[in-house]
């Protein structure tokens, strides 16, 4: 049995240990530096949880050391809370009757001595004493330490700041809440979002403006740090657009700055939530501006974000690049609107600038349409034209602009090029502004010659595009007689697809073509096509035909070439290797009822001419085709419709209803293996 005195040597013991790890973990100076802490052990920060408690008081008599011994110790068991300013425990009796106050706690350290008798113990030192927490093994013990440290700091350093006067002080403060918060084990988002939203609290509490250039500086490097994998706050925002207006040329800018903005355009997800953030954007990139060659740097900002493949891998950054350049163009047409609102046009120098912020935005939308897979989308973003009515009445503006709307236009890509058209009926798109006549044309059509060229020549040679184009006659004349072949071919689309009623206008049209060589061929080509046409509905030939398997466009074409089909009624394609391509043989069968197409390459631009044409269509069979919802909705013209095969294609639920709705005379669909089905 132990002795008063053996108990009296080992409570000696235990405070000796306590003592001298106590230098080591000092709760003012970092555990581990900030390489340590990040290679070691991670810990979630602990707000509460149950934990073995005794408490010890100071008072230096024998018989309380006797008392404090391990020999007559005694534990309760407590679950407590770390909250903002104090630890205390859901059961406030024992030794836990009283709060713990985080400013009474003079250290926290592990008392690892007691680990050999599991006993994984750490102690808070308060004034009057020290109170042991007991958790069930080291890692939890370690929690515990790290957690109870972590809270510690903060409330130390809310204090500090909060009340820190000069702005050395404050930099040096705002300095080691960083140093602490990079090197904790704790590993939780807290950790980075205290000292964030703790230093936006400051900021609003002090002038910024009476902060000097350097220690704006520092704060900016302190901080950088914590950006690296989170948002600055919506006060921090407002300090880094300061620094960006007041110092664009800085070093700051390149380097500290780019990586936080290139992390908010790969992750932000709304910037309607956060228009400070947007602003903070806008003037990193007149910042940018600023530079020697400026316009190449903001160039290569837009690139590197992009990335060196031809797909760029983060979906957000197209979309907030354009709504931050939306946003900007608003905001500056806005203040020339009102310059007594933001003293602006008070000089030469002043229009000067705002010019060139304009100028930095439309470049900027430029260098995004140079990567192909953002033109769609950049292209949609832009259709419903989203700019001010005094942007597009500005010749500045429509004047720079082209270049991007050229690029999207002269894409091959149908869906990309449509993007010119307007959304919907009645609401104009690029391709009306820049008519010949229209308010943004100022180069004789040449770009609305490009973007007619792209439409024409696609799928969107259709009769329903060309009935559209019956507005635009006069344009199209005018293009003609400048020798664009596009709008030649445009004349001749209309005559043959019978758009035009007025017989004056149709002469119109045919006296503009023969005007030049490419029209007078064109046309001629034309006649020789109705020509025959007509005497194909007139002569006679089989009702049914089937080509064989392995048959190719070019072998329909001269199959109906060599013969009359007027009177052809049914056509099998099925198993051949036709395409799309063959549509425009196929529409010359007027009389055609029964089309099967079944596991042929024909898709959906072939689909929808020869649902323009072929009215009398009653069976379709396109099972096993490459057919998508955009070619199968241009079916419901097909209204004799009875049989449809759309077995095995991509087909969907919404268009399969609609179809349904759209298809009076339809008695059987084949659905299977689709998502109908």
């Known amino acids: 049995m132990a002795t008063i005195g053996d108990a009296f040597m080992q409570c000696s ?79 406030p009796v024992g030794f836990m009757e009283q709060v713990v106050s985080y400013s009474n706690i003079e250290d926290v350290h592990i008392v690892s001595r007691w680990d050999i008798g599991n006993k994984f113990c750490i102690r808070i030192t308060v004034q009057d004493g020290s109170i042991l927490l007991q958790a069930n093994n080291a890692y939890l013990r370690d929690q515990w330490l790290h957690s109870v440290q972590w809270k510690k700091h903060i409330y130390r350093y809310e204090k500090l700041l909060k009340n820190a006067r000069r702005p050395e002080v404050l930099v040096k403060e705002i300095k080691n809440l960083i140093d602490v918060s990079l090197a904790t084990p704790i590993q939780d988002t807290s950790v980075f979002q205290f000292p964030l939203e703790l230093i936006s609290d400051v900021l609003q509490l002090h002038n910024t403006d009476s902060i000097s250039r350097a220690a704006h500086e520092n704060i900016i490097i302190a901080l950088s740090p914590l950006l690296e994998n989170n948002h600055p706050t919506q006060e921090i925002c407002d300090f880094f657009s300061t620094h960006c207006k007041s110092c664009p040329r800085s070093s700051l800018v390149v380097d500290l700055f780019t990586p936080v903005v290139q992390r908010i355009l790969k992750h932000n997800m709304d910037f309607g939530k956060f228009p400070r953030m947007r602003t903070f954007v806008q003037e990193f990139l007149q910042a940018l501006n600023c530079q020697n060659d400026g316009t190449r740097v903001v160039q290569g900002f837009i690139e590197n974000m992009h990335g060196p493949a031809s797909t760029c891998p983060h979906p957000r950054v197209l979309s907030n690049l354009v709504a931050v350049c939306l946003a900007a163009i608003y905001n500056l047409y806005e203040e020339k609107k009102n310059p007594m609102q933001e003293n602006m046009f008070q000089s030469e120098f002043d229009t000067v600038d705002w010019e060139s912020k304009l100028l930095c935005y439309i470049s900027m939308m430029e260098t995004m349409a140079e990567f192909k897979d953002w033109r769609y989308t950049l292209g949609s973003l832009l259709q419903p034209i989203p700019f001010p009515d005094d942007a597009i009445a500005d010749s500045v503006f429509t004047s720079n602009l082209k270049r991007t709307i050229k690029r999207i236009a002269g894409d091959q890509v149908c869906e990309v090029h449509q993007t010119v058209l307007g959304i919907r009926e009645g609401k104009e798109g690029w391709f009306h502004l820049y008519c010949p006549g229209g308010i943004a044309c100022d180069d004789d059509g040449q770009l609305w010659g ?59 049209m045919i006296t503009t073509l023969q005007t030049t060589g490419d029209g007078k061929r064109m046309y001629a080509e034309l006649c020789d096509r109705q020509i025959a046409l007509r005497e194909l509905q007139q002569k006679g030939g089989p009702k049914k035909l089937t080509l064989p398997s392995k048959s190719t466009d070019n072998d329909l074409a001269k199959m109906l070439s060599s013969g009359s089909f007027g009177n052809l009624e049914c056509l099998s394609l099925a198993f051949t290797q036709v395409t799309s391509n063959c549509a425009h043989e196929l529409i010359k069968l007027p009389s055609l009822r029964y089309l099967n197409l079944w596991s042929t390459q024909f898709g959906d631009v072939g689909l929808q001419l020869i649902s323009e044409h072929l009215q009398k269509l009653q069976v379709l069979n396109l099972c096993e085709t490459p057919v998508t919802d955009k070619g199968l909705v241009s079916l419901a013209a097909l209204k004799h419709l009875r049989k449809l095969n759309l077995n095995s294609t991509s087909l969907s639920a919404l268009t399969f209803e609609g179809l349904k709705e759209k298809l009076p005379s339809l008695q059987e669909c084949d659905v299977r293996y689709t998502d109908a089905w």
């Open 450 to 508: 490009v973007m007619l060229e792209s439409l024409i020549r696609c799928c969107c040679r259709r009769k329903k595009f060309l009935q559209g184009m019956t507005k635009m006659n006069g344009p199209v004349m005018l293009l003609s007689l400048r020798d664009n072949v596009a709008a030649m071919e445009t004349l001749c689309a209309m005559l043959e697809m019978e758009v035009i009623e007025s017989q004056d206008m149709k002469m119109q």
């Open 13 to 91: 013991s235990d405070a000796g240990s306590v003592d001298m790890e106590s230098s080591q973990y000092s709760i003012f100076t970092p555990p581990t530096s900030p390489k340590v802490a990040a290679g070691g052990p991670k810990h979630k920060l602990i707000t509460e949880g149950d934990i073995q408690v005794c408490r010890l008081n100071h008072t230096r008599t024998i018989v309380s050391k006797i008392m404090n011994s391990k020999y007559l110790r005694r534990w309760e068991s407590h679950k407590l809370v770390l909250d903002h300013s104090e630890i205390r425990s859901t059961t």
